[in-house]
Nanobody
């Protein structure tokens, strides 16, 4: 079993920054950790993924160059640093852990999910 708890969401002006955290407990050493988001009235979409071992990363085109995913193995925490935020980044952000593959950008390939944290970008 893996438990995930997100934090760090909030209200920020366009152009600003926020850092999301995802504290993980349980067996995560062989997993890949992803961030997804669900904008109001839209489907959940992939944001970024990182592997605990090796730290390889992959980003969606919409956030590449603005967001950075990282992990702290000692703290068992994954971060999403979000810079140059845009109005369209407004969403509920979810952390997820997957165990079945090397990595993935598909929500169906993840086994555990956090409760989500709201990020609102204002003009």
């Amino acid at each position: 079993q893996v438990q995930l708890v997100e934090s760090g969401g909030g209200l920020v002006q366009a152009g600003g920054s926020l850092r999301l955290s995802c504290a993980a407990s349980g067996r995560t050493s062989d997993s890949y950790m992803g961030w997804f988001r669900q904008p109001p009235g839209k489907e959940r979409e992939f944001v970024a993924v990182i592997r605990w071992r090796g730290g390889s990363t992959y980003y969606s085109a919409s956030v590449k160059g603005r967001f950075t995913i990282s992990r702290d193995n000692a703290e068992n925490t994954v971060y999403l640093q979000m810079n140059s935020l845009k109005l369209e980044d407004t969403a509920v952000y979810y952390c997820a852990a997957g165990l079945r593959y090397y990595s993935s950008a598909f929500a169906t390939d993840y086994d555990y999910w956090g409760q989500g944290t709201q990020v609102t970008v204002s003009s």
